[in-house]
């Protein structure tokens, strides 16, 4: 009896380690709270991201319209200026706040409070090396 519980022991001993991981995997699996969505949406500048998107998709468009406009018969002479205006405005109406916050439980859904620290640790890594390379 004694032998089969040191042999049970001992082909046990090896996964040790594995239940060890596995303990720390479940306190790291929490959902990240959405005040770690929120830190890292400051870390990763998404809000700066989504408004040079907006301003390069903008710039596009623009473009495009104008395009459009000098090919188009019988517009008045201020067409131009007034879809520029037209833009001007929805884009100032685009509720980017409102989309970041909705986008807080679909990151949530998918990030646990340990994916979100290791995504700071990345960051600040990358943040640092950068500064030190423009030294």
């Known amino acids: 009896m004694k ?15 594995c239940l060890a991981q596995q303990a ?13 969505i929120e830190r890292y949406f400051e870390v ?12 390069a998709v903008s710039t596009e468009m623009r473009q ?10 019988n517009l008045p002479p201020d067409a131009e200026k007034q879809m520029n205006e037209f833009y001007d405005t929805e884009l100032q109406k685009l509720p980017t706040e409102q989309i970041l916050e909705t986008a807080i439980p679909v990151y949530q ?9 290791a995504l ?9 090396r950068m500064a030190a390379d423009r030294r």
Request: net charge negative; hydrophobic share 45%; proline share 6%.
């Open 24 to 36: 720390q995997l479940d306190q790291s699996s929490q959902p990240a709270s959405a005040a770690d």
């Open 64 to 73: 495009i319209m104008n395009q459009q406009l000098q090919k188009a018969p």
């Open 3 to 17: 032998s089969a519980l040191v042999i049970a022991a001992l082909c046990l001993l090896p996964a040790a380690p």
């Open 120 to 128: 700071f640790t990345h960051a600040n890594l990358s943040s640092r």
């Open 44 to 55: 990763m500048h998404l809000r700066q991201q989504m408004k040079d998107t907006l301003a």
């Open 109 to 117: 859904k998918y990030l646990s409070e340990g994916d979100v620290d």
